[in-house]
């Protein structure tokens, strides 16, 4: 059996075959239309969720199969006092997947350690969010034509955001690949993951101004200021309209610059740069669901 805890659980090869198999999913959905028929998923949330949740909920219904879960903690036995190992055990009993949210990081990883039937980790904490990350792939492969050979700016909240800790983590892996971290000096991407990256070898370079680079990048991965994580309102309140990508800054970038972010927005983005056809987030939002599918259907052994 195996689980999701983080987006190098599968390798490189394993990665190209799951985002295949997305791909024809995304041109010939009616071919998986009941590739589950008979199978649950758990839908396990300890924390805030609209896109993973529901895009969880909607791969595994597109895919014929059945879903149960909670959307919050208190309307779970959590508020009771039920420790997650217990919960999985029980839920091992009702469904044949789980994905699992939670505010600790490392709990759906203690969780999966208990449980019989696969589990997803679905963000756990600032630590990781490896369906993100699988998402983020499948879009930059998909509209950047290859994973590889590419300047990706990472802007935003490089700190405490999980999106951008995990993506870092898988793209690593690929060649030619140069990082450039736009954050303000409270929200710099964490010494573990520049550690790492010089470990590697792989060029990095940290800026302040996301102007001063914007003519460089190939892609840009723009992130919400994670207000949840922080331990004092006001310094949310100074930093969580640090950047803000415009019309005007986007004319800074190149013509076939990719625009990324996980979404939800809160002010980094502007509506206006939604026309721009450079602007790609809400196509990954869709993107999400293919790749989940694949997921659903790897885990549970269904891919051909
Ligand atoms: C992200 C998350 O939950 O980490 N959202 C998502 O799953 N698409 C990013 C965020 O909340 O800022």
Redesign the pocket.
């Known amino acids: 059996m195996r689980h999701l805890m983080s987006p190098l659980d599968f390798s490189v090869e394993e990665l190209d075959q799951l985002f295949d198999l997305a791909s024809d999913i995304e041109h010939t959905p009616e071919k998986y239309a009941h590739t589950c028929e008979g199978k649950i998923l758990a839908t396990c949330f300890y924390?805030p969720?609209t896109?993973?949740r529901l895009s969880f909920e909607s791969a595994m219904t597109r895919l014929g199969g059945k879903v149960i879960g909670f959307a919050d903690a208190n309307s779970s036995s959590a508020a009771k006092g039920e420790s997650v190992s217990d919960t999985i055990r029980v839920v091992s009993c009702y469904a044949d997947i789980c994905a699992m949210?939670h505010p600790k990081e490392g709990a759906p990883m203690v969780a999966a350690t208990k449980s019989l039937i696969p589990v997803i980790n679905?963000?756990d904490g600032g630590h990781q969010?490896p369906t993100?990350t699988l998402t983020d792939l499948m879009t930059i492969r998909s509209l950047n034509g290859k994973l590889g050979d590419f300047t990706i700016g990472l802007c935003g909240?490089l700190k405490f955001?999980?999106?951008v800790h995990s993506l870092i983590n898988a793209l690593v892996r690929y060649e030619g690949i140069r990082f450039v971290f736009i954050s303000p000096q409270e929200l710099r991407v964490p010494d573990y993951i520049t550690d790492m990256l010089c470990e590697k070898g792989i060029p990095y370079t940290e800026e302040i101004r996301l102007e001063t680079v914007m003519p460089d990048l190939d892609l840009l991965y723009m992130?919400?200021v994670?207000k949840e994580r922080f331990f004092n309102e006001e310094d949310y309140v100074r930093l969580k309209d640090f950047y803000i990508l415009d019309k005007a800054k986007l004319s800074l970038a190149k013509e076939n610059m990719l625009v990324l972010h996980?979404?939800?927005r809160v002010n980094e983005i502007s509506v206006d740069v939604d026309e721009d056809p450079r602007a790609a987030y809400f196509k990954q939002a869709q993107y999400?669901v293919y790749v989940r599918m694949a997921l659903i259907l790897t885990l549970l052994g269904l891919a051909k």
């Open positions: 924390e969720s896109r993973t949210r679905a963000g969010h993100q909240d955001g999980r999106t992130t919400r994670q996980p979404l939800p999400g």
